[in-house]
């Protein structure tokens, strides 16, 4: 089974920078944008419960919110390369 990754995201280039960095550092990983617009939030961001944006979800658990650096990703994603 392969790690999920959800990134939730708005249009912000904060969130742009981290999609761009965990697509980069997590190629064996299934990774799904989740965007938030405004004060509207899709159903699975209330699921977990996000706060704010960019947040990282991997296998349904919150691991990071904010702009990770690439060695951040590869500690918290056992999918990265």
Not at 34 to 45: H, L, N
Not at 70 to 80: D, L, Q, T, W, Y
């Amino acid at each position: 089974m392969a790690n999920r990754i959800e990134v939730f995201t708005a249009d912000c280039p904060l969130c742009k920078d981290t999609m761009k960095i965990v697509r980069q550092v997590c190629t064996k990983c299934e990774i799904i944008e989740r965007r938030c617009s405004g004060d509207v939030c899709c159903d699975e961001a209330k699921a977990y419960d996000v706060r704010s944006v960019p947040t990282i979800v991997l296998n349904a658990k919150i691991v990071f919110v904010g702009k990770p650096t690439r060695e951040e990703v590869r500690k918290m994603a056992p999918c990265a390369n």
